[in-house]
T-cell receptor
């Protein structure tokens, strides 16, 4: 059974700090991995999608890496801002008709 | 262009009732997926539809069913509601499947009393 674990479950840091969110998965047959943010009571907003053949993806202040051999992905947020406060979820995809398997998320608070 | 739209936004039902949730994907997207998110948990995959055919099903009972229409919109139906069905139901669309970037709607918050 696929399992996705996100550490830490919650994180609170002052504005301006760089931070790393972690996602680990058990299925070595990963097809891709997606990072999302979710604001309270809202849907998910896609941040980055990394295919299994890629090592990392970047978008603005966000950088996500993927290491299939160790079963890990990290999301790096540079120069954090209060607007970055949200829950960050990673979803592992195995391709085909299987849906994404999500972790429980990291609840991030950026203090002004 | 409009994003993924879901209706209704909130719904209150009682045990044993039936519910229908609706989703309109982004224009041009042919794949729709449904996820259930219980408070404090990550979303769980329920169904994927592509070109009006079911392409995948998660580990949910037969009380859950769905369909996709010729205009690619979709409905999720849940029969014989249980208290445990209370959750945020999310619809996601993509061009062709789960292996692509998913665009989520804001969800339908279902409360079963």
């Amino acid at each position: 059974k696929q399992e996705v674990t996100q550490i830490p479950a919650a994180l609170s840091v002052p504005e301006g700090e760089n931070l790393v969110l972690n996602c680990s998965f058990t299925d070595s047959a990963i097809y891709n991995l997606q990072w999302f943010r979710q604001d309270p009571g809202k849907g998910l907003t896609s941040l980055l999608l990394i295919q299994s053949s890629q090592r990392e993806q970047t978008s603005g202040r966000l950088n996500a890496s993927l290491d299939k051999s160790s079963g890990r992905s990290t999301l790096y947020i540079a120069a954090s801002q209060p607007g970055d406060s949200a829950t960050y979820l990673c979803g592992e995809g195995r391709g085909g008709a299987d849906g994404l398997t999500f972790g429980k998320g990291t609840h991030l608070i950026i203090q002004p | 262009d409009a994003g993924v739209t879901q209706s209704p936004t909130h719904l209150i039902k009682t045990r044993g009732q039936h519910v229908t949730l609706r989703c309109s994907p982004i224009s041009g997207h042919k794949s729709v997926s449904w996820y259930q998110q219980v408070l404090g948990q990550g979303p769980q995959f329920i169904f994927q539809y592509y070109e009006k055919e079911e392409r995948g099903r998660g580990n949910f009972p037969d009380r859950f069913s769905a369909r996709q229409f010729p205009n690619y919109s979709s409905e999720l139906n849940v029969n014989a509601l249980l208290l445990g069905d209370s959750a945020l139901y999310l619809c996601a669309s993509s061009l062709a499947g789960q292996w692509e970037k998913l665009f989520f709607g804001s969800g339908t918050q279902l409360s079963v009393l």
